[in-house]
C-alpha cells in the first residue's frame, strides 16, 4: 500500500501543502485530517500570510475514495473540510499541475484563487457513477461560472482543460513554468492587497439568469443520457443554486446526493467503475509487469474497420502508418478518415488544434513492407483465415524482433493465426467494435502462447487509445459474439413461436436497449449475418428468407426486417415480412401464441446469462463484471442495470435459472436449460459477484 503523505513547508510568507497519496491523490480520511491539521498550523503561524496547496504533477486530487462511500469516515468530511478551506483569513491558491477530479476539483472551487498549469484538467464526473458532485461542485460552480455555463461540465462529467478553465473564468492563472513556484508567486503578491474570493458568497452569478436559456440547456443535455437518474439529479441541484441561498443549495445537493447513492442506478455504476480496474487484473500475469514500448503502429486494411481503428490510435497519440495495396482503397479510407474527425470537430468532439495534430499523426502507405518500422501491427483485414494467416506469415519475416502482432479478427482462432509465426508470443487478438473509432469496448484475446508483457501493452495501448480492455481466452466468437449469438438464437426463436419483429423490439428498447435486435440486423445489413451463416453451414429460416426470397438487405436497400423511408432510419413495420414469417412458421409446424413484454425481455436477457455462465466456467473470462464490462461497451446493454452478470445478481440467479428452466420446457429447447455453473450458483444461494470475490 502507498505511503499517504500530507506535508507543510515554507517559502519565506508562504505555505505550502501537498498531497502525496499516490496514485491520485485520493481524498480518503487520512489525506482529509493531514490538510486539515496542516492548514490550522498554517492560519495560527504569524509569519504566513498566504497558503498554497498543491498536489503531485499528476494529479492534484482524483476525488473521494470511493472504498470509503457507506462507510464510517474519518474526520473532517469533505464538505467540513471545503468549507474550512474557503473561510480561511488568509488566501488559500490551489495549485494544479494534472488532474483534479470530483471532490478534487471542489476542493480546488473552495480555495480563493486557482493557478493551473498547462496540462491541468479539472472535472466533476460524479455523474458517469449514477451521482451528483456532492461536496459543493453543484453551488459553487453555478456561483464562479453562472448556471448555464456550468450545466455541461456537471451533466456530462466530461474534463475541462486548462485553457477551457481560464477562458470560463475557473482559473485565475495558467502558467507555463514550475507551477508550484509559479503559485507561490501568485500567494505572495495577493497575500495583502487582494480580497478573499469566497464563491459560496457569490449570489450575484446566479440571480437573474435567463430561465427559458437554462432549461434549453438542460433540455439539450438530457436528451443525451438516455433516461438515467443521474443527470437530472445534476440539473435539480445545478437549478436550485439559481433559487436558493447557497446554504439551502447544499441541503439540495446533499438531499439529491445520497437519494442517488442508494439507487440501484448508482449501484450498477459504481461496479462498472471497479469492473474497469479489475479487468486489468491478469492471471498469470505479475503485477510488476511493464508492458513493451509502442509509439508508432501499423493498421492492415483502409476499410471500415481499420479506418476507426487508425483514428482510435492517432487520436490517442500514437504515429500510425495505415496500408493498403489498393491506391484507390487506401485514398478513400484516409478522406473517410479526414471527414469524420470534421464532422466529430463541427458537434465539438474535437478542436481545430485536436484534428490538425491527430492527421499529422497518421500517414498513408500501399507499400506491406512499411510494417518494419512499427512497434505494433494491428491487423484489419476481411474475416478470412486463409488470408489471415498468410499476412501473419509475412510479418513474422518482415517485422522487427519484439513487435506486437495483432489481429482484429471478431471469432477466427487466434491459435491457429499464430501458428504460421516463429513468435506465437508476440501475437494477441485485439478485436474492436464498430464503428472502432467510436465504440470503447476492445476485447484482448490472449492465445495460448501470448507472453504476459504482449498482454499488458494491448492493456496500455487501447487505455492511451480512449477504450475498455478486456482480456478474453480463444474460442468461437470469443464472449461478446459468442454471447450475441445465443441471443439471436433466441430472437428467432421468438418469431417462430408468435412474436412478430415490432413486439421484440419494443420490449427490448423499454427494457432499456437503444434500438431492438431486429432494427439493430437491419442497420448491420442483414446480407452480413447471412454470409457468416452460408459460410458455416447454418441456416436461420426467416432471415435467410428475407434476403434470398425478398432480396431485402436491411436499411441499405431500404427494406429488411421493417421498411424505410427515403432519409429516414425509422423502421416501419411491414405486412410483407409478417406474411413471410407466418408462412415460416406453418412451414416448420409452430402454432403461434402470445408474449408478454416481460416474457421476450426474459428471453432475450436470460439465455445471455446462461451462455456467459458456461464461458465463465470454461474460463474464456476471468471474471463475470469482464462480462458486464464488455456488453455495456461493445452491446448497448443499458447502463442502469450494471451489465447483465450483475443484473442477474439484482434479479437473483436462482430465479435466473428457474425461469430457464420453464422455458426451455415450453420451446422445446435443450439450449435453455440452465448451464452447469448458473445451476451450481442457483442451488447454493450464490451470486456471480461470489464468483468474483473467490476467484480474486
Not at 491527430?358 to 478470412?384: C, P, Q, W, Y
Not at 427490448?508 to 436497449?513: D, E, H, M, R, V
Request: hydrophobic share 45%; with cysteine.
Amino acid at each position: 500500500m502507498s505511503e499517504t503523505k500530507v506535508t507543510i513547508q515554507k517559502d519565506g510568507e508562504v505555505a505550502i501543502i501537498s498531497i502525496a497519496s499516490p496514485p491520485v491523490n485520493a481524498l480518503s480520511g487520512r489525506v482529509r485530517q493531514g490538510i486539515w491539521g496542516h492548514l490550522q498550523a498554517a492560519l495560527a503561524d504569524p509569519e504566513i500570510k498566504a497558503i498554497v496547496l498543491a498536489g503531485s504533477a499528476r494529479a492534484f486530487s482524483g476525488g473521494a475514495d470511493l472504498t470509503e462511500f457507506g462507510k464510517s469516515t474519518l474526520e473532517p468530511g469533505l464538505n467540513p473540510l471545503i468549507d474550512g478551506i474557503e473561510a480561511a483569513e488568509k488566501p488559500v491558491v490551489a495549485a494544479v499541475e494534472g488532474l483534479a477530479y470530483g471532490g478534487g476539483f471542489e476542493i480546488v472551487l473552495g480555495a480563493h484563487y486557482r493557478v493551473l498549469g498547462p496540462k491541468a484538467t479539472l472535472a466533476l464526473p460524479e455523474v458517469k457513477i449514477g451521482i451528483i458532485p456532492g461536496a459543493g461542485g453543484t453551488q459553487r460552480l453555478p456561483r464562479l461560472i453562472g448556471p448555464i455555463a456550468a450545466l455541461a461540465p456537471i451533466v456530462t462529467g466530461d474534463p475541462i482543460t486548462a485553457q477551457q478553465a481560464l477562458d470560463l473564468g475557473i482559473a485565475d492563472a495558467v502558467v507555463q513554468g514550475d507551477v508550484i513556484a509559479e503559485s507561490i508567486d501568485f500567494a505572495r503578491k495577493i497575500a495583502d492587497n487582494r480580497p478573499l474570493n469566497r464563491i459560496s458568497q457569490n449570489d450575484e452569478f446566479v440571480r437573474g439568469v435567463d430561465q427559458a436559456e437554462f432549461e434549453a440547456e438542460a433540455s439539450r443535455l438530457l436528451s443525451r443520457s438516455r433516461k438515467l437518474k443521474a443527470p437530472q439529479g445534476c440539473v435539480a441541484a445545478v437549478r436550485a443554486s439559481m433559487t436558493q441561498s447557497f446554504e439551502q443549495g447544499m441541503a439540495t445537493e446533499h438531499e439529491v446526493f445520497h437519494e442517488l447513492r442508494e439507487s440501484d442506478e448508482s449501484k450498477a455504476m459504481r461496479h462498472l467503475f471497479f469492473a474497469e480496474r479489475a479487468a486489468l487484473k491478469l492471471p498469470g500475469v505479475a503485477k510488476a509487469t511493464a508492458p513493451r514500448q509502442v509509439e508508432k503502429i501499423a493498421v492492415l486494411g483502409a476499410g471500415t474497420m481499420g479506418g476507426g481503428i487508425t483514428m482510435s490510435m492517432a487520436t490517442g497519440g500514437y504515429d500510425v502508418t495505415i496500408i493498403d495495396l489498393d491506391p484507390a482503397a487506401l485514398k478513400r479510407g484516409l478522406d473517410i478518415i479526414e471527414n469524420n474527425y470534421r464532422k466529430t470537430q463541427a458537434r465539438g468532439g474535437f478542436t481545430e488544434a485536436e484534428v490538425t495534430a491527430a492527421l499529422s499523426r497518421i500517414h498513408g502507405s500501399t507499400d506491406f513492407e512499411d510494417v518494419k518500422n512499427a512497434d505494433m501491427v494491428i491487423e484489419a483485414v476481411f474475416e478470412n483465415m486463409d488470408l489471415k494467416k498468410r499476412i501473419f506469415a509475412d510479418l513474422d519475416r518482415l517485422c522487427k524482433l519484439g513487435t506486437v502482432l495483432a489481429s482484429n479478427t471478431s471469432s477466427l482462432d487466434l491459435d491457429e493465426i499464430a501458428s504460421v509465426t516463429k513468435r506465437p508470443e508476440d501475437v494477441i487478438g485485439m478485436h474492436f467494435f464498430s464503428p472502432a473509432n467510436v465504440m470503447k469496448l476492445l476485447e484482448n484475446v490472449r492465445g495460448a502462447k501470448t507472453a504476459p508483457e504482449v498482454l499488458v501493452t494491448a492493456n496500455a495501448v487501447a487505455k492511451r487509445a480512449g477504450k475498455v480492455p478486456v482480456t478474453v481466452g480463444v474460442c468461437n466468437g470469443f464472449v461478446g459474439n459468442r454471447m450475441g449469438a445465443s441471443r439471436g438464437r433466441q430472437v428467432h426463436a421468438l418469431m417462430l413461436e408468435g412474436a412478430m419483429p415490432q413486439q421484440i423490439d419494443r420490449a427490448a428498447t423499454s427494457f432499456g436497449f437503444a434500438m431492438g435486435p431486429l432494427a439493430t440486423n437491419d442497420l448491420a445489413g442483414l446480407d452480413v449475418g447471412y454470409l457468416v451463416r452460408q459460410e458455416r453451414g447454418e441456416v436461420m429460416e426467416i432471415p435467410d428468407a428475407i434476403v434470398e426470397k425478398l432480396g431485402r438487405k436491411g436499411q441499405k436497400t431500404k427494406a429488411g426486417f421493417y421498411r424505410y423511408e427515403e432519409g429516414s432510419r425509422s423502421p416501419i413495420p411491414d405486412p410483407e415480412i409478417e406474411t413471410l414469417i407466418s408462412d415460416i412458421r406453418r412451414d416448420k409446424g409452430f402454432t403461434p401464441r402470445a408474449f408478454s413484454d416481460d416474457e421476450i425481455v426474459e428471453r432475450l436477457i436470460f439465455p445471455l446469462i446462461n451462455e456467459a455462465a458456461q464461458i465463465l466456467d470454461e474460463g474464456i473470462a476471468t471474471r463475470a463484471s469482464d462480462i458486464d464490462l464488455i456488453y455495456i461497451n461493445g452491446f448497448g446493454f443499458p447502463l442502469w442495470t450494471g451489465g447483465p452478470m450483475a443484473y442477474a445478481d439484482r434479479v437473483g440467479v436462482a430465479e435466473v435459472a428457474s425461469k430457464l428452466a420453464q422455458y426451455a420446457e415450453m420451446a422445446g429447447s435443450d439450449e435453455l436449460k440452465p448451464k452447469p455453473l448458473l445451476a451450481r450458483l442457483a442451488a447454493e444461494g450464490r451470486s456471480f459477484a461470489d464468483f468474483d470475490r473467490e476467484r480474486g
